[in-house]
């Protein structure tokens, strides 16, 4: 199913979305697409376990959502679209969930994107936050 | 015949809409944004477009991956926004344009695009935002619309080129269109950004230049890279330039000229961009 993007030199640090990442987390990211709704949203709440189960999530899914692991659901095939949606049920904004990706603190992380604002290339912006938080961190 | 009043391109990101909601307009963090939309509400009431033809995407609101359509037209008499998922208020509805869908549909079609027609088709934050930010406290809006979904959701995306295309084609369909309704064209989203993976955060203001200096000019400039060389310069989540290059398109092949532009970085993950063309 590889189509010829994956023959393309990788982006680091980026997982692209494509035909074999859609099917391995349909089912993932069915139950993210629910949460539209305010009572499923809710229902995820009151009993997690269960409404993983309804959705049918495959182990490495689930332990992924079980951790909070937002790199662990993009790599069972989650798409950032749909995952927002599992993130805003725990309140987090995408600088919450930036944060998680990449390590940093949410302060250091919204850092990042200011000094990117204040002319730093992101190669700077980000090694400058990549040594904060080995000596912070 | 019609008359395209111009275009009017921006950022959607759903933080804006909380911006609006809690009035923050002019706090420090965001006010370099919103200040950039006095120059958009002037022209708008300059030229009082009463249709939008809108390039936007859906973001697993109205699409599912059950079925992911690459291009998606409205053909509804009426569009509602609805629960994201993350308790914004839900906005306003946008009143359809059924007859011009539907000529745009048949021109298409017959141009040979392969279109998906809607005649229900919920619209998210990517559609909304830009007209809460156009067209501010307004009680109804004041243009109907027809809107058009491009998927940059799941990959195989539409190339550049290919949304260059479509755009042209709504021009075309435009041209043959006998009504006298004055025309806007928006396309939203972007600039470059990253919400996922490990390069999360990331921006490329040099890219972003790069797309704004050449969009009014030489559009067919942003059409020379793959989408992997796209996703590469301006992040998973700036491939939505796509709409942009797409409602450029749609201003047709004749010189347009920009006249307004605002650039600030971040609102969000997100390097926010503002920008007016009309007809030179």
Not at chain 1, 47 to 75: N, W
Not at chain 1, 81 to 88: N, Q
Request: hydrophobic share 45%.
């Amino acid at each position: 199913m590889s189509g010829p993007q994956n023959a393309m030199p990788p982006i680091p640090g980026t997982h692209l979305f494509d035909g074999d990442a859609a099917a391995k987390g349909f089912e993932l990211n069915a139950m993210c697409y629910s949460f539209n709704d305010a009572a499923n949203r809710q229902a995820f709440l009151d009993d997690e376990e269960a409404y993983c189960a309804k959705f049918h999530l495959t182990p490495q899914q689930r332990e992924a959502v079980a951790q909070r692991s937002v790199l662990g659901m993009i790599a069972a095939g989650g798409n950032i679209y749909y995952l927002a949606k599992l993130a805003g049920i725990f309140g987090l904004n995408v600088q919450d969930v930036g944060s998680m990706q990449t390590g940093a603190s949410v302060d250091d992380f919204k850092a990042m994107l200011f000094a990117q604002g204040a002319g730093q290339s992101y190669e700077e912006a980000h090694g400058a936050m990549i040594q904060k938080e080995k000596v912070h961190g | 015949m019609a008359e395209i009043v111009g275009a009017y391109f921006t950022s959607h990101v759903p933080a804006i809409g909380g911006a609006i909601h809690k009035g923050l307009q002019q706090e420090p963090y965001w006010k370099p944004f919103f200040d950039g939309f006095h120059k958009v509400h002037e022209w708008l009431a300059q030229v009082k477009p009463d249709v939008a033809i809108v390039f936007n995407n859906d973001h697993g609101l109205n699409f599912f991956l059950d079925k992911m359509p690459t291009f998606a037209v409205g053909a509804a008499a009426e569009y509602h926004n609805a629960d994201e998922g993350w308790g914004l208020p839900i906005y306003k509805p946008f009143a359809g344009h059924t007859e011009l869908s539907w000529h745009i549909i048949n021109s298409l079609v017959e141009d040979e695009f392969d279109i998906t027609t809607c005649q229900k088709m919920l619209v998210d934050h990517a559609l909304s935002i830009p007209f809460e930010l156009a067209w501010p406290d307004v009680e109804a809006w004041p243009v109907k619309i027809v809107p058009f979904a491009i998927n940059t959701v799941q990959h195989p995306l539409p190339s550049a080129k290919r949304c260059l295309a479509l755009g042209q084609a709504v021009n075309r369909a435009l041209q043959s269109w006998t009504g006298d309704e004055r025309i806007v064209i928006i396309g939203t989203g972007g600039l470059s950004h990253q919400l996922d993976g490990e390069r999360a955060g990331f921006i490329n203001r040099d890219y972003d230049t790069f797309c704004m200096d050449n969009l009014s000019v030489d559009p067919a400039a942003l059409t020379k890279d793959s989408i992997h060389e796209m996703v590469r310069k301006a992040g998973t989540q700036g491939v939505e330039v796509l709409n942009w290059i797409a409602a450029r398109g749609a201003l047709g092949e004749a010189p347009v000229q920009e006249i307004h532009r605002n650039y600030h970085i971040p609102i969000s993950n997100t390097a926010a961009a503002t920008m007016l063309m009309e007809p030179a």
